[in-house]
Nanobody
Framework: QVQLVESGGGLVQAGGSLRLSCAAS????????MGWFRQAPGKEREFVAT????????YYADSVKGRFTISRDTAKNTIYLQMNSLKPEDTAVYYCAADADGSRWYEIRSEYDYWGQGTQVTVSS
């Protein structure tokens, strides 16, 4: 059974930075895409970024491109989301997700098979 455990959320002022971590266990993840989604109050859960575990190739939502960086540490089975130049509109619960098939439809929530419990990120203005 795959388990994903996020950490690193918190309260930060606009313009600040946070790094989220997602510790993954239970499988060999070589074929997986590992992604981050977020959900703000009253809104749908939306794609933020994803990384191919095998190739390291990354993809980003336009809203975070140039500010957020997704990365992985294969030795630690952990993925990260470095968030810089944070804005109040980045406020959301951030979820780590794993797609076992490494689908090319990486922006689609339903392509992901496993989810973490979420971590709150709040950006004050």
């Amino acid at each position: 059974q795959v388990q994903l455990v996020e950490s690193g959320g918190g309260l930060v002022q606009a313009g600040g930075s946070l790094r989220l971590s997602c510790a993954a266990s239970g499988r060999t993840f070589s074929s997986y895409n590992m992604g981050w989604f977020r959900q703000a109050p009253g809104k749908e859960r939306e794609f933020v970024a994803t990384i191919s575990w095998y190739t390291g190739r990354t993809y980003y939502a336009d809203s975070v491109k140039g500010r957020f960086t997704i990365s992985r540490d294969t030795a630690k089975n952990t993925i990260y989301l470095q968030m810089n130049s944070l804005k109040p509109e980045d406020t959301a619960v951030y979820y780590c997700a794993a797609d076992a098939d490494g689908s090319r439809w990486y922006e689609i929530r339903s392509e992901y098979d496993y989810w973490g419990q979420g971590t709150q990120v709040t950006v004050s203005s």
